[in-house]
């Protein structure tokens, strides 16, 4: 099972950048998937869930600014991301897990967001 995250860099503040995280080796549409930020020295935290069943749920840190959607035609969950504030600055990563689990089995490898002021 493999999770490539892609679409992070460098943006200025209030700007956009939109987050991609395509799945293989898994049956996706099963998955509930998930995007995680890590800031320096912060610990992980969920930033949004795409439900398998269709439901969506944002940290009320980014709701109004983000959308979490998927696309599992094409095995792929997105994070878009608007007026981004240096705060959102972060290693973005996406993450898999069975409905019911307490645990994420899968893992993307990160991609940085890096937000300018």
């Known amino acids: 099972v493999q999770l490539q995250a892609s679409g992070g860099g460098l943006v200025q503040a209030g700007g956009s950048l939109r987050l991609s995280c395509t799945g293989s080796?898994?049956?996706?549409?099963?998955?509930?998937m998930a995007w995680f930020r890590q800031a320096p020295g912060k610990e992980r935290k969920v930033v949004g869930i795409?439900?398998?069943?269709?439901?969506?749920h944002l940290a009320d840190s980014v709701k109004g600014r983000f959308t979490i959607s998927r696309d599992n035609a094409k095995n792929t969950v997105y994070l878009q991301m608007n007026s981004l504030t240096p705060e959102d600055t972060a290693v973005y990563y996406c993450?898999?897990?069975?409905?019911?689990?307490?645990?994420?089995?899968?893992w993307g490898q990160g991609t940085l967001v890096t937000v300018s002021s």
């Open positions: 993450a898999a897990s069975l409905p019911g689990s307490t645990k994420y089995d899968y």
């Open positions: 080796g898994l049956t996706f549409s099963r998955y509930n």
């Open positions: 795409a439900w398998s069943e269709g439901g969506r």
